[in-house]
Structure formats: C-alpha cells, structure tokens
T-cell receptor, first 109, second 113 residues
Framework: RKEVEQDPGPFNVPEGATVAFNCTYS??????FFWYRQDCRKEPKLLMS???SGNEDGRFTAQLNRASQYISLLIRDSKLSDSATYLC??????????FGSGTRLSIRP | DTEVTQTPKHLVMGMTNKKSLKCEQH?????MYWYKQKAKKPPELMFV???????INESVPSRFSPECPNSSLLNLHLHALQPEDSALYLC????????????FGPGTRLTVL
C-alpha cells in the first residue's frame, strides 16, 4: 500500500459544479498536510494548508480527518481556470515529505 | 519578494557534459529542496538542505551533486547524466525544514541526449 494515495481521475465536470477529492495517508503520525495545484508543464503552486479544524479560502475548502486518515479538497462553483492536477502533500515525519500521485481535474464549459 | 527563481529554463546536454542548475530565493527561508519530475508523475524529492547543511539525500546517484553556497542559493551540478535523467528539475524553499509549506520555482527542463 502506498503511503499517500489519491484518485488519479480524471474528473470531468461542468462549469459551476462542486467537486471533491480525497487523499488518504497511511502513517497516523503524519503532521502537516497541503494541497497544491499544478498546471501542465508548470511548477506546483500552494493552494492551501490543511488544518485539523478545516479551512476555507473562497471557493475552496480543505479538511483533515485524522480518525480515517484522509484529507479532502472541495471546490465549489468550479471555473474553467480550475482545470489542473491537484496534488496532496503529507509530511509523514519531520524529514519525510510525500506527494500524492495527483488528481486531474477538467472543467468543461 | 515571494519568488523562487531557477536558471536556466531549458537545458540540453550530452552524456559527457558537465552543467549546473541554479536556484535562488530571497524570502529568508532556511530550507531548500531539489525535486525531479517526469511527465504525468508527481515530484520526487532528491535533496534537502536545512540551514545550509544537507539533511536529506534520497539515494540519488552521484552524477547529481548538490551545493548550497549560502542560505539563498542552491545549485545542482550534473555530470555524466543518462537519457533517463531527462525531466523537469524543480527547486523549492520553505521557512524551515520541517512541516512547512514549500514554494516552488518554475523549474529547469533538462534533456539529456
């Protein structure tokens, strides 16, 4: 079993839809969690840190479920510009950084 | 300044060449990272420098040699690479080496002939 797993997608949803992704992790001692987005042939860009209490930034909501060992990203009112690959990142320990394999999202007009 | 810069943007080299990739940040971050990314795959961590000391080397072949001249600069020296080393090489920095969000540079797209 991989330490961090993501559904690779692709998710193909219409503009305006709500879409959610999960990322599961196997190490219960994992401490920090992040969502990045990566556009084709570009670098990953930090989207959100994920806190135990959950956090929201505009149309984006990130949550952490420690009991079930997953993090989630919810995108409301999706835009064409949201089309990208979404990567979850988990610090399994202070020195072990693990990227999920990414979830591809495509928003259609 | 919240930017990580990398040079060159593109690099083509032969298997016998020696070249270097450069990365710079002026955010006062004390940890810097090198990643390798192949098409349609996530970034793979290669090296981590924390407070200018190499803290993580993810069993990278010796043909890749990192260097951290100061807290703002990170180099990756390349020698005798193989065609399978062709990839996007990403540099990132974070406030410290543990648990912090990382900020990535635009990458160097390397082709080894």
């Amino acid at each position: 079993r991989k330490e961090v797993e993501q559904d690779p997608g692709p998710f193909n949803v219409p503009e305006g839809a709500t879409v959610a992704f999960n990322c599961t992790y196997s190490n219960s001692a994992s401490q920090s969690f992040f969502w990045y987005r990566q556009d084709c042939r570009k670098e990953p860009k930090l989207l959100m840190s994920v806190y135990s209490s959950g956090n929201e930034d505009g149309r984006f909501t990130a949550q952490l479920n420690r009991a079930s060992q997953y993090i989630s990203l919810l995108i409301r009112d999706s835009k064409l510009s949201d089309s990208a690959t979404y990567l979850c990142v988990v610090y399994s320990s202070a020195s072990k950084i693990i990227f999920g394999s990414g979830t591809r999202l495509s928003i259609r007009p | 300044d919240t930017e990580v810069t990398q040079t060159p943007k593109h690099l083509v080299m032969g298997m016998t060449n020696k070249k270097s990739l450069k990365c710079e940040q002026h955010m006062g971050h004390r940890a810097m990272y090198w990643y390798k990314q192949k098409a349609k795959k996530p970034p793979e961590l290669m090296f981590v420098y924390s407070y200018e000391k190499l803290s993580i080397n993810e069993s990278v072949p010796s043909r890749f040699s990192p260097e951290c001249p100061n807290s703002s600069l990170l180099n990756l020296h390349l020698h005798a690479l193989q065609p399978e080393d062709s990839a996007l090489y990403l540099c990132a920095s974070s406030q410290s080496g543990s648990y912090n969000e990382q900020f990535f540079g635009p990458g160097t797209r390397l082709t080894v002939l």
